[in-house]
């Protein structure tokens, strides 16, 4: 792997920051580890996975740094607890609502009992966080579900009736000398204290937003509280059960921008030096706590990607990485060909090749960092600058020429008073644009052609084609937030996996949950304190209401369908064609709109639902439509129209499994442009936000490129004609076989409820044939090759 130490070259992530690890590394046997603990004699850890693939627990020699074995379960998530003797480990079973217990033998773990606090999902409790009272046999066990505490009696395996903690809880932490539970209430932005003589909540200490991991001082006098969406560490005194300073883990001392995600921490064997994960800057912040009240920063060090747990043991840090060390390419994405298990639908066929599904793609790691000196430190500091696309001069002036219609500050001038963006669903750029000889696409895996969506192709063609844009998201949980917050929060990241892959929990991911919401909300309620009129078509909108999302509330289109793949995509745009014609006649078209045109998700091969080719079809004619009826409109001289994929989930790419489509439409839009610039979900939110005069909404937005380079000051105020649609839209599955029986499973009524991999095997076989097979699979880490066009606005 890549190291800061050892001169190779850091790896580029399609978000646009860098890896560079410290240390060495181990890669683990599956994704989305989330946290370790470490027996007693500091010989082994347990490392919980928990993610959409194989969930279960690593056994690991710290000694020899060498993984010994992974014990897969049904569902796990983040709970560890490890009796003193090091013969007991107690796990978090989720969703399932249970706890597993587990001991060591030889060198595995293997499940010796389990203490169950109530039927598994869909009953709601969902087991997060645990701490253990060896002297008093109790098991502490906190939820996010049913957002409570239980006190479980290891010797009887009794549950005692659940305390209602009121808010979302994510771990607990024992003090044993005086008896106190601490819980970090993840939706509540407080530490609950729990007196476990008097049997009661004592007292909740106010922290700064999502706190998570916690640490106890050696002495027990100080509490160490990560604070995700505060990129910070409240330092509270336990004495006086009050915070007694605020840690910033920031990059930058000044900055307030959500993106650090502070969300692990732990104190060296000495006490006197903090290290804090900030998840989305892969790295660790470390502080000098010698003089809790006094503390204060001694700089950074590098790690893999997505950070979600740190322990320190004797002279080294262990930092377990959520998503590992790179991204990729996913060739053998989504598709029938891959699976290592026998296709029901070719009897005798297997594959060697594993599924590369975005969701379960990126496997953990961990690594191990000797503690560095003062000099290793600064070192390591640097590089950490170094990785990182963000500093504080971009969030006040965005990259760009003068003169450009995309300004570089917010506020400045812009020709631009419209702005229109729509967000579809789920593909990547091989499987819609890989047949366009203009860019760097695969043909063999390009599933919907010119043929099925020649609007797509001819925006691409008139317009600009993109073909370096990736999305910041994995699934279409994470992706409408990164769409419309250019941020996902802790939450959103850690609990989308265990929803997917079926094992419980709802999805809560658009405006329906307080918990995953940004600390200051999305582009809508960046526009309302702006005073920047908007309307929502279908975003973050449920069954014609606008849900628990304050800003959208008075602020959206209640006729205009949300998520509902029966109703077609040009009848929303009619629907959106009325609306708008309406709101121009009166003169009170609001500066920005969001739309939501999904059904090129498809609906597989269910029998009575759309074909998956009228489905892209329809959605292409819909986006032809919409482009035409605007461009013939008075105001079109005035307008831009952004559209993206809130995710690439649903194929494969030969580039990257973030890499999708992108298009960007307006009179100020350079035609018939190739650009091969790399841009991100953020990068467009940033164009949107100086066009708007709206800040950034996050670090990742603020050190995204606009993509002003495919801007010209020079208008075109042609306007554009949709292409008529090559096949029916109106077609209909009609076979009773396989395929169809297969698509009647899915869950089709929510977004990405099917199970990805079965859902896009059928898609394939639909479209290329049930005997296709793939081409060879291409794999790479992600790094940046293309230079941008010559701007010739320059």
Not at 15 to 41: E, F, H, Q, R, Y
Not at 290 to 295: D, V
Request: aromatic share 10%; hydrophobic share 35%; glycine share 6%.
């Amino acid at each position: 792997m890549p190291s800061a130490t050892n001169g190779q070259q850091a790896v580029m992530l399609p978000n646009g920051w860098k890896l560079s690890p410290a240390g060495k590394g181990l890669m683990l046997t599956s994704d989305l580890p989330l946290n370790m603990v470490i027996t007693p004699d500091g010989h082994y850890a347990a490392i919980s996975e928990n993610g959409d693939g194989q969930q279960g627990i690593e056994w690991v020699d710290l000694q020899k740094q060498k993984v010994l074995s992974f014990t897969p379960v049904h569902a796990a998530w983040l709970g560890l607890a490890m009796s003193s003797d090091g013969k007991t480990l107690y796990v978090s079973g989720g969703d399932d609502n249970c706890i597993l217990v587990m001991r060591p033998v030889h060198d595995s773990l293997v499940i010796a009992d389990s203490l169950i606090l109530g039927a598994p999902w869909p009953h709601k409790i969902g087991i997060t966080g645990l701490a253990l009272d060896e002297a008093h046999h109790i098991l502490y066990a906190v939820t996010k579900e049913n957002n409570s505490l239980y006190v479980v009696h290891t010797d009887s395996r009794r549950a005692e009736k659940p305390i209602p903690l009121g808010a979302e809880a994510y771990t607990c932490v024992y003090d044993a000398a005086r008896q106190k539970l601490y819980i970090s209430l993840w939706g509540g932005n407080a530490v609950a204290v729990y007196d476990t003589r008097a049997h009661r909540i004592e007292n909740r200490i106010l922290v700064e937003s999502h706190p998570n991991d916690m640490v106890l001082s050696r002495n027990g006098r100080y509490l160490f509280v990560a604070n995700a969406n505060s990129n910070s560490v409240s330092v509270i005194d336990t004495h006086n059960q009050k915070v007694i300073e605020t840690l910033n883990c920031s990059l930058f001392p000044a900055d307030s921008l959500t993106g650090s995600t502070t969300n692990a921490v732990a104190l060296s064997p000495d006490g006197h030096r903090l290290y804090a994960a900030n998840a989305d800057n892969n790295c660790l912040a470390v502080f000098d706590v010698s003089m809790p009240g006094a503390s204060r920063s001694l700089g950074f060090i590098p790690t893999g990607w997505y950070p979600t747990c740190v322990r320190a043991l004797k002279n080294q840090i262990w930092v377990v990485n959520g998503k590992g060390f790179t991204s990729m390419a996913n060739p053998y994405g989504p598709q029938p060909t891959n699976r290592r298990v026998q296709s029901p639908y070719q009897k005798n066929v297997t594959s060697s090749q594993p599924v590369q599904y975005i969701g379960s793609l990126f496997k953990g790691s961990l690594s191990v960092i000797p503690a560095p000196d003062t000099k290793q430190l600064a070192q390591y500091s640097q590089q950490v600058y170094a990785n990182t696309p963000f500093n504080p001069y971009k969030e006040a002036e965005a990259p760009g020429v003068p003169g450009n219609p995309i300004p570089m500050k917010p506020g400045d001038s812009t020709p631009i008073k419209y702005v229109f963006y729509i967000i579809k669903e789920n593909r990547t750029y091989d499987q819609v644009l890989g047949d366009m000889p203009e860019g760097n696409g695969d043909p063999s895996l390009c599933l919907f052609p010119d043929s099925i969506t020649p609007n797509h192709h001819a925006l691409a063609r008139e317009f600009v084609l993109f073909d370096n844009f990736y999305v910041d998201a994995e699934v279409s949980a994470d992706g409408h937030n990164w769409s419309t917050a250019a941020y996902a929060t802790d939450y959103v990241e850690k609990t989308w996996p265990t929803n997917y892959s079926g094992r419980g929990g709802n999805y809560d991911y658009e405006g329906t949950r307080q918990v995953a919401f940004p600390k200051n909300g999305f582009i809508w309620d960046y526009c309302q304190r702006a005073g920047i009129s908007y309307r929502n078509y279908g975003e973050f909108v449920h069954n014609g209401k606008g849900n628990i999302l304050p800003a959208i509330r008075g602020h959206y289109c209640a006729v205009f369908p949300d998520f509902d793949l029966s109703i077609q995509d040009v009848y929303r745009e009619k629907v959106w064609e009325h609306d708008f014609d309406s709101l121009v006649a009166a003169n009170a078209l609001p500066r920005f709109c969001t739309l939501r045109f999904p059904d090129d998700h498809t609906s597989g091969m269910r029998r009575g639902a759309y074909t998956p080719f009228a489905a892209l079809a329809d959605n292409d004619l819909a986006l032809g439509r919409f482009i035409e009826h605007l461009s013939h409109s008075p105001i079109w001289k005035e307008c831009a129209v952004f559209v993206l994929e809130d995710d690439a989930q649903n194929g494969p790419d030969h580039v990257d499994a973030h890499r999708s489509i992108a298009f960007v439409i307006s009179p100020y839009v350079k035609r018939h442009f190739v650009d091969h610039t790399m841009y991100s979900t953020s990068g467009m939110l940033r164009t949107i936000e100086l066009i708007l005069g709206l800040p950034p909404m996050s670090q990742y937005d603020a050190a995204a490129t606009p993509m002003w380079r495919a801007f010209t000051s020079t208008p075109d105020f042609t306007p554009y004609t949709a292409k008529p649609a090559n096949v029916d839209i109106n077609a209909r599955n009609t076979a009773d076989n396989a395929l169809a029986r297969e698509s009647a499973k899915f869950n089709l009524a929510v977004e990405d409820a099917a199970p990805d991999i079965p859902f896009n095997e059928v898609i394939w076989k639909a479209v290329k044939g049930i005997d296709s097979e793939m081409p060879a699979p291409r794999h790479s880490a992600f790094v940046l090759t293309s230079t941008p066009e010559k701007d010739d606005d320059k």
